[in-house]
């Protein structure tokens, strides 16, 4: 049986060699029985935060591996996991981790490898590492100390000043607190509090969004309210989409880009099971997603299909919606905290690729808005090439849309300051919420 260091070595291993989703791959541990409870908390730590460092991790490592002529991927990745422990985890005692490495490298390797890991380890914990805060230039610092790629953290500067990027990429590195958005249409955030607080689960009201529920502890996927379809598991900053979007009673609604689920359900609670919200998605294991979380929340009003929201027009007639929400895909920069491999993996070219799509969803769903009808558009991501500047050139061609400033009467008052010229840009460390976009736009009668 591997012990939790091991299972940590081989997740962050998978992770590196097949392009793995750390969240996705750490819930199948997780749900695997391989960890008691004691040691899921340890692993999900060890793995998460070695990705979120690596690239600090690698830098203190690099003097020291120097000499090394042809280190084997593995044992690079059980320096950094162990280095990560010695510098960020207060509970586990160095000696104790440089023991576990030792023993890991000669169960997987041998001597000579033992011998490699336990010499470059007790060399760092004898020099200690460099002060990164004595760099010089601002991107280098901030790259290294936050572990971002130079090109994303040069990019934020520019978009947003250095100060603003510093924060952001520091909030990046805190792991995100749990939140649920209360199903209004079945109780007051005020019962669902109480609901949960006697089932054990320590919870608070949310700071942003008016329906949201944030966990001290405990998962609120495993509570009674969440089975009972009081709850989705959703961020706060992802449930101001349907606010702004402001679907009332009766209307048709278009969610195009709807997977898993969490902006439909909320467009259909706030239209109290009246009207519809059709919802569609890419791919079929998706559309499945978004049909179970509508079934668990008792939402009638939903109708789910698996599309490519570029075709549309095929599917529906013009003028057909009262509201359409685009919550369009996205480079996710929003969202590191959740997912912090994603900014090793994405790359400029993405996000000039993603833009396109991006606009290739809005001018096809465009004509399906009926005159005087409402079209938002979001994304989970920072980057203004996907964020402004893809509004910008879709106002440039549709001349029949303008930028609807009543986007301030929708959402909270605390939040309209990040309101510029009618659009809506939340950076993770305003309030620990993901990052998000939103705006919302008219079709002139």
């Not at 379809?229 to 009673?249: C, H, K, N, W, Y």
């Not at 509201?323 to 895909?329: C, R």
């Not at 910008?392 to 959402?411: C, P, Q, R, T, Y």
């Amino acid at each position: 049986m591997k012990n939790v260091r091991e299972l940590a070595l081989e997740a962050l291993i998978n992770v590196e060699k097949k392009q793995a989703y750390s969240n996705l791959l750490i819930n199948n541990y997780l749900e695997s029985g391989k960890l008691n409870k004691k040691d899921s908390g340890l692993f999900t730590e060890i793995v998460y935060g070695t990705i979120q460092r690596t690239m600090t991790l690698d830098y203190y490592l690099a003097p020291f591996i120097v000499k090394q002529k042809k280190l084997e991927d593995w044992v690079k990745v059980l320096l950094r996991l162990t280095l990560y422990q010695m510098l960020y985890l207060d509970k586990v005692p160095a000696r104790a981790a440089i023991f576990e490495a030792v023993e890991i490298a000669k169960k997987k390797g041998h001597k000579g490898v033992a011998s490699v890991v336990n010499g470059v380890l007790r060399s760092i914990q004898r020099q200690g590492v460099p002060d990164l805060e004595k760099m010089k230039d601002d991107v280098d610092r901030i790259s290294i100390a936050t572990s971002h790629p130079r090109w994303m953290v040069e990019k934020w500067i520019a978009e947003y000043g250095v100060e603003n990027t510093e924060r952001m990429c520091e909030m990046n590195l805190v792991p995100p607190s749990q939140t649920a958005r209360v199903n209004t249409a079945k109780a007051t955030v005020e019962e669902v509090i109480a609901m949960l607080r006697a089932q054990g689960f320590d919870v608070d009201k949310g700071e942003v969004a008016q329906e949201s529920i944030v966990s001290n502890k405990g998962n609120l996927a495993y509570s009674n309210a969440f089975k009972n379809g009081f709850i989705t598991i959703q961020d706060e900053s992802s449930m101001l989409v349907a606010r702004a979007l402001g679907a009332e009673p009766g209307q048709t609604v278009y969610d195009s880009c709807a997977a898993p689920g969490g902006k439909t359900t909320h467009i259909a609670e706030m239209m109290k099971g009246t009207g519809t919200v059709i919802s569609t998605d890419l791919h079929d294991h998706k559309v499945k997603l978004i049909k179970e979380q509508a079934d668990r929340l008792d939402l009638s009003n939903i109708e789910v299909k698996a599309m490519d929201s570029r075709k549309a027009q095929e599917a529906f007639q013009k003028e057909m919606f009262d509201k359409i929400l685009v919550d369009a895909p996205c480079s996710g920069f929003g969202v590191i905290r959740r997912k912090p491999d994603l900014k090793y993996t994405k790359t400029m070219q993405d996000v000039k690729q993603l833009a396109t799509i991006q606009s290739a969803i809005l001018d096809e769903v465009a004509p399906l808005v009926k005159k005087g009808g409402t079209l938002v558009y979001s994304t989970c991501t920072i980057d203004k090439e996907e964020n402004t500047e893809v509004v910008k050139a879709f106002l440039e061609n549709h001349e029949d849309f303008e930028i609807d400033m009543s986007i301030n009467e929708l959402v909270p008052q605390k939040i309209q300051t990040y309101i510029q010229d009618g659009m809506l840009q939340l950076l993770p460390h305003y309030y620990g919420t993901d990052g998000f976009f939103i705006v919302r736009l008219k079709r002139q009668v």
